[in-house]
């Protein structure tokens, strides 16, 4: 009967693992104050994504800084070759 040598965890075949996957890294936005008068600050906050090269997404946000009740705003923008997709968030 043939004796064997005790194992270790050292002499276990080792199977081949990819590391695990870890979420990307949230990127670190900046918002750019583009209009802050009249008790009304518009801010603006541009973001890449890797996956779209070329492509800038841009977070237009408006607070009102009083107590007065905005009406009337336009929002224009002039930029060449450019996408538009605007989405309204209430809140903050």
């Given at each position: ?8 965890a050292?002499?276990?075949?080792q ?23 009249n ?14 090269p ?14 007065n ?5 336009s ?18």
């Amino acid at each position: 009967m043939p004796t064997s040598a005790p194992q270790s965890a050292f002499s276990l075949p080792q199977t081949a693992q990819s590391p695990p996957q870890q979420p990307p890294q949230q990127q670190r936005l900046t918002a750019y104050t583009a209009y802050e008068k009249n008790e009304l600050k518009v801010t603006l906050t541009p973001q890449t994504s890797p996956n779209k090269p070329g492509i800038v997404n841009v977070l237009a946000r408006f607070q009102v800084m009083g107590e007065n009740v905005v009406s009337g705003l336009s929002f224009q923008v002039a930029v060449p070759k450019v996408r538009f997709f605007f989405s309204f968030l209430r809140g903050t």
